[in-house]
Every structure is written in structure tokens, then in C-alpha cells.
């Protein structure tokens, strides 16, 4: 299982991002797959979710901002933010749990400057 995480940058505030994650090594849809993050001193948070069947959710910090979507056939995840804030600022992983273990792509690194 390899999930591939790419897309971060620096941006301004208001800016707007898409990263991508690329898994590989298991049936795509068959899982939930999220995307999380993590700032500086502050613990992991969970973002946004697509679950097999297409649920979508979002933590109430994204919500109206950041849409989170999939290509089967590619095996991509997407997460579209717009309206970034300085508070968006993090390293951004994808995860998905097959069973009772969680893989993590390597993250990607997301600045918003003020």
C-alpha cells in the first residue's frame, strides 16, 4: 500500500492550492481515504474524508472552503482549497485504514503568508 502526497506550497492569503494524493496497492474504492494535517506544535487533525461510497465530510475549520474529491480511474484523491488563512498552514498527509492499520502518505507542506 503507497499513498503519495504532492500539491503543498506557499501561497498568500486567499490563495488557493489542490493537492493530490496517488495510492496505489489496494482496491481504491473499496476504502474511506482522508486528508489530514498537522501545524506546528499542535497535533494531527483530520480534514476532510471521501468514503467508499462517495460520503463526504469536513472538519467545521474547512468547511465552505476546502472540497475534497477522487478519480477512480487514476486512484487520486484531490483536496481543492480555496480562501486559504494563515491558520491552513501545515504539513497535509493522506491516510486510509484497510482493516486495523492506517497508511500515511509522506505529507505535503502547505504555507499561507499573511
Known amino acids: 500500500v503507497q499513498l503519495q502526497a504532492s500539491g503543498g506550497g506557499v501561497v498568500r492569503t486567499g490563495g488557493s492550492l489542490t493537492l493530490s494524493c496517488k495510492v496505489s496497492g489496494f482496491t481504491f474504492d473499496d476504502y474511506s481515504i482522508g486528508w489530514f494535517r498537522q501545524a506546528p506544535g499542535k497535533e494531527r487533525e483530520l480534514v476532510a474524508t471521501i468514503t467508499s461510497g462517495g460520503r463526504i465530510d469536513y472538519s467545521d475549520s474547512v468547511k465552505g472552503r476546502f472540497t475534497i474529491s477522487r478519480d477512480i480511474v487514476k486512484s487520486e484523491v484531490y483536496l481543492q482549497m480555496n480562501s486559504l488563512k494563515p491558520e491552513d498552514t501545515a504539513v497535509y498527509y493522506c491516510?486510509?485504514?484497510?482493516?486495523?492499520?492506517?497508511?500515511w502518505g509522506q505529507g505535503t507542506q502547505v504555507t499561507v503568508s499573511s
Open positions: 491516510r486510509v485504514r484497510i482493516g486495523s492499520l492506517a497508511y
